[in-house]
C-alpha cells in the first residue's frame, strides 16, 4: 500500500527532499568495507579537521531508481556505478569497496525509500552514494577514516516543461581537469573547479561551457558534468577518454546503441574545435539528462547553430531508443535493467 506522503510530484525539481533513510558506513584506512546500514536521513557530525572539509577527499555517484511501463522499480546499470566508485576511490587512496558492498547498499536504500519513486513521467528517484575521509586530518594525506552515504532525492523529469536544446560556449578562459588529474576520478573537487566557469557562462545567457583539452586548447573534452557527442556525415564521435574526461554511463550506453542496434559508424576519437562547430548535430548525455540536443555553441563570440536550434533525426532515435530500454517500453538485448523486485 502506497502512504499518503507529502510529495507533490507535479512540483519536483532538481532539489534535495528529505527521505526517510540513507545507507551508512565507516571504514579504516587499510580496512574494508565491511559494515553498514539504513539510519534515518539527516545530518551527520564531523569533526572541522575532517579530511574532506580540508583536503577534498571525496568521491560520489549519481544513478537513478524509476518505475517503469511494466510497473517495476528498476535501476539502470548500477554495476557500472560500482566499478566507476572503485576507480574513483583508487585515484583517491580512499579504501574501494566490492561490487556486492555497493550493490547492495544502493539497493538496501531504493527499497526502505520506495514510497519516494515519482511515478512514471513524473521524475525518478535520483541515488547518490559519496565516500569522504572523515577523521581529522591536518596535514595532507590520507584520512584514517572514512564515512560512506547512499542518500536519495525524488527529482522532477528534467524535460517536463518539453525538451529544450541547449546553448553552450566553449571556455578558453578555464580547464575543467589536467592532463594525469582527476577529471577521469567522480571526485568532488572537479566540481568547485567548474562553479566560476558556469556562472559566468549563465549571466551571458549559456546554459553550460564546453571545455577544451588542458595541454593544447584545441581537443574538445566535454560539459561541466555531461559527456559529448557529434554527428557529421551520419558518423557518431565522441572524445575518447584521455584520462580527464568522465567515463559516462550514458556515454557508453549510446555507442553500444548506435554501434549493435543502429550499426552506425562510431569513431571514440581526438574531436577538434573544428569538428565540433562543422558537426551537423551536437548533443550531452548524462543520467540526469539522459539526451539532450544542443541548439547552439559559441566560440570567441560566434554562434554557431545546429539544425535550426532543433533536436536532429540521429540524436533523436538514439535518445528514444535509450529511453524506451530504460522505461522497459523497448527490449533490453544489453542486460542494463536491474528489476528491483519490489512492488509499488
Ligand atoms: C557524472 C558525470 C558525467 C555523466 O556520467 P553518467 O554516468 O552518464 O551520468 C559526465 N561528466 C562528468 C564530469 C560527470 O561528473
Redesign the pocket.
Known amino acids: 500500500m502506497k502512504k499518503k506522503l507529502k510529495v507533490n510530484w507535479e512540483e519536483l525539481g532538481f532539489n534535495i527532499v528529505n527521505t526517510k533513510s540513507m545507507y551508512y558506513a565507516k571504514c579504516r584506512y587499510d580496512s574494508n568495507w565491511e559494515i553498514g546500514g539504513l539510519i534515518p536521513f539527516g545530518e551527520i557530525k564531523l569533526s572541522p579537521a575532517a579530511g574532506v572539509l580540508n583536503y577534498g577527499q571525496g568521491v560520489f555517484e549519481?544513478t537513478k531508481s524509476f518505475i517503469t511501463k511494466k510497473n517495476n522499480v528498476v535501476l539502470f546499470r548500477p554495476d557500472m556505478n560500482a566499478e566507476r566508485i572503485k576507480l574513483s576511490s583508487k585515484r583517491l587512496c580512499i579504501p574501494e569497496m566490492t561490487k556486492n558492498f555497493f550493490l547492495n547498499s544502493v539497493f538496501e536504500t531504493v527499497k526502505d525509500n520506495i514510497d519516494y519513486i515519482p511515478p512514471l513521467g513524473k521524475g525518478s528517484l535520483y541515488i547518490r552514494p559519496i565516500i569522504w575521509g572523515t577523521s581529522p586530518t591536518l596535514g595532507v594525506g590520507p584520512a584514517e577514516e572514512y564515512t560512506y552515504i547512499v542518500y536519495v532525492s525524488p527529482v522532477g523529469s528534467y524535460f517536463k516543461n518539453g525538451i529544450k536544446p541547449l546553448d553552450l560556449i566553449i571556455t578558453t578562459k578555464f580547464h575543467r581537469a589536467a592532463p594525469k588529474g582527476i577529471g577521469n576520478a567522480?571526485a568532488i573537487g572537479?566540481y568547485s573547479a567548474s562553479l566560476l566557469p558556469v556562472k559566468e557562462a549563465k549571466k551571458r545567457g549559456y546554459d553550460e561551457v564546453i571545455y577544451l583539452d588542458a595541454a593544447n586548447n584545441k581537443l574538445i573534452e566535454?560539459a561541466?558534468?555531461?559527456?559529448i557527442f557529434i554527428v557529421k556525415d551520419g558518423i557518431l564521435k565522441t572524445p575518447r577518454l584521455n584520462g580527464s574526461i568522465?567515463p559516462?554511463?550514458?556515454?557508453d550506453s549510446i555507442i553500444k546503441i548506435a554501434l549493435e542496434l543502429f550499426h552506425m559508424e562510431v569513431e571514440e576519437t581526438e574531436v577538434s574545435l573544428k569538428d565540433l562547430l562543422n558537426a551537423d548535430e551536437v548533443f550531452c548525455?548524462?543520467?540526469a539528462v539522459v539526451v539532450i540536443p544542443v541548439a547552439s555553441i559559441t566560440f570567441e563570440d560566434k554562434k554557431f547553430s545546429y539544425n535550426n536550434g532543433m533536436m536532429g533525426t540521429y540524436t533523436m532515435r538514439l535518445r528514444e531508443k535509450l529511453i524506451q530500454i530504460q522505461e522497459q517500453d523497448a527490449e533490453d538485448p544489453f542486460g542494463w535493467i536491474q528489476d528491483l523486485k519490489v512492488k509499488v
Do not use: C, F, M, W
Open positions: 549519481g567522480k572537479n566535454e561541466g558534468s555531461a559527456n568522465l559516462g554511463i550514458t556515454r548525455v548524462g543520467t
